[in-house]
T-cell receptor, first 117, second 113 residues
């Protein structure tokens, strides 16, 4: 079956530093990937839609200069949290569509726990 | 406003019992509805996907129903097991060029031995 991986699974960083999170589709090509943030006991919140070879589309209220997204290949998208602050501490999850158009099947990564001290 | 509402917010049942989770949506135009299971600290895993024309779909002990007229869906879990303890998320996909995804807030299910 389709597998999406994320790296790292957890990371602790100091306030003011930048952190990069990778999302890979291991056995399929994904033209579109999504990045979500999830706070404790809350549902996923879509941050941005990442399209291979083009700029990401950010949801309202998400700072594109703070959350840099790069989708350089059909199997890799990266999310860089720049100048991280404690309020950025959260669970970040990516997902990838199998196929194009309406996302009939969407596979989620295992998530990355970010803690900013 | 496009919304997905789930109930109950949380539920505790004894192992072996059945339960039903509810999902009401106001999303339009509708493309498909999905139920996901999310274990604590993990990414969501797909349980079922239903399009407009599908009324019911099963995946093992999980059975989802969809009433597109009333815009309601349910997820029925039969003979619950301790491993069913998780959050269950209802997701509705809008039919549009952007394929907007609307998440419900989830139901936290706890199975007690």
């Amino acid at each position: 079956g389709a597998v999406v991986s994320q790296h790292p699974s957890w990371v602790i960083c100091k306030s003011g530093t930048s952190v990069k999170i990778e999302c890979r589709s291991l056995d399929f090509q994904a033209t579109t990937m999504f990045w979500y943030r999830q706070f404790p006991k809350q549902s996923l919140m879509l941050m941005a839609t990442s399209n291979e070879g083009s700029k990401a589309t950010y949801e309202q209220g998400v700072e594109k200069d703070k959350f840099l997204i790069n989708h350089a290949s059909l199997t890799l998208s990266t999310l860089t949290v720049t100048s991280a602050h404690p309020e950025d501490s959260s669970f970040y999850i990516c997902s990838a569509n199998l196929g194009q158009g309406t996302p009939y099947e969407q596979y989620f990564g295992p998530g990355t726990r970010l803690t900013v001290t | 406003k496009n919304q997905v509402e789930q109930s109950p917010q949380s539920l505790i049942i004894l192992e072996g019992k059945n339960c039903t989770l509810q999902c009401n949506y106001t999303v339009s135009p509708f493309s498909n509805l999905r139920w996901y299971k999310q274990d604590t600290g993990r990414g969501p895993v797909s349980l079922t996907i239903m399009t407009f024309s599908e009324n019911t779909k099963s995946n093992g002990r999980y059975t989802a129903t969809l009433d597109a007229d009333t815009k309601q869906s349910s997820l029925h879990i039969t003979a619950s097991q301790l491993s069913d303890s998780a959050s269950y998320i209802c997701v509705v996909i809008m039919y549009s060029s952007a394929s907007k995804i609307i998440f419900g807030s989830g139901t936290r299910l706890s199975i007690r031995p």
